[in-house]
């Protein structure tokens, strides 16, 4: 795919999005046929958009998640500045097309991961973690029917993400066993899902690793202050207006919305 069409794409899910429609197939001839075409238009959509980049979101990196999605590989999409919310926050309901959320632990980097490192490990990405914290995922089905589009397009539009809320920041997070922390979220008070750090590939920086070597494939790296969102150790859960949703993480504390 050339970057004329590249950028057609980007420009057409850049419009929906301003215009709060519904994103339907994209042409035959503007596609993404692969995953790293998905990212060019990913990379091409921010570039029309104009907002800065604070991070990025890793979907699809547990089980429960695949099988929800029915897509067996992690997929990376950004989170926009503007998008980033610290808890308790209240949102806009009328602001998505529908919204859900996820439960995840979510890392701030203090140094970068450039791509010059690559191959990362788990062990290796976890010098450059400044804090961890437990961070509610905000997502968006923006779609005609997302499940008759494939990964790449749906890598293009940042894979549902529309934002997160963050958990106070946990600098001493050494001292945790993150693959054992209990995940849990709770809809008006009655719990709807429970997980652990494990089924985030084992280790929630195995994920983070994989985004690392992922960007580095492509010569780009994990910038310093990026935030990092690792997985959803629950089933997304479509909200509606009035919804309060909370979650904890063992050791990292907790986040709340309300979808107002």
């Known amino acids: 795919m050339n970057a004329a069409t590249i950028a057609n794409a980007a420009a057409r899910i850049a419009q929906a999005r301003k215009d709060g429609v519904r994103l339907d197939k994209l042409p035959a001839d503007c596609q993404p046929d692969n995953a790293d075409t998905g990212y060019a238009i990913q990379d091409a959509l921010h570039d029309r958009l104009g ?12 089980a429960v998640m695949q099988r929800f999605l029915d897509i067996a590989q992690p997929c990376a999409g950004s989170i926009l500045e503007t998008d980033v919310h610290k808890t308790p926050a209240t949102l806009s309901h009328a602001a998505f097309r529908r919204v859900g959320v996820e439960c ?10 450039p791509p010059s490192g690559a191959p990362y490990t788990r062990h290796t990405v976890a010098d450059a973690v400044a804090s961890c914290m437990a961070a509610i995922e905000i997502v968006d089905d923006r779609y005609v029917d997302y499940k008759a589009l494939d990964a790449p397009t ?12 963050l ?3 946990v600098v001493d997070w050494q001292s945790l066993d993150l693959a054992a922390a209990d995940g849990m979220m709770t809809i008006n008070g009655s719990e709807v899902g429970r997980g652990t750090g494990a089924h985030v590939m084992g280790h929630p920086f195995e994920a983070l690793a994989w985004l690392a070597n992922t960007r580095a494939e492509r010569g780009l790296g ?39």
């Open 104 to 113: 995840e632990i979510a890392v701030r980097l203090g140094t970068a991961l």
């Open 167 to 169: 958990g106070p920041e």
């Open 51 to 62: 907002t800065p980049v604070a991070g990025f979101k890793i979907g699809c990196t547990t």
């Open 222 to 260: 994990l910038a310093a202050n990026d935030i990092i969102l690792t997985g959803s150790i629950v089933e997304t859960h479509w909200l509606a207006a009035g919804d309060r949703v909370a979650i904890e993480i063992a050791g990292l504390g907790t986040a709340e919305v309300t979808l107002d």
């Open 154 to 165: 749906l890598i293009a539009d940042d894979f549902f993400g529309a934002g997160c809320v």
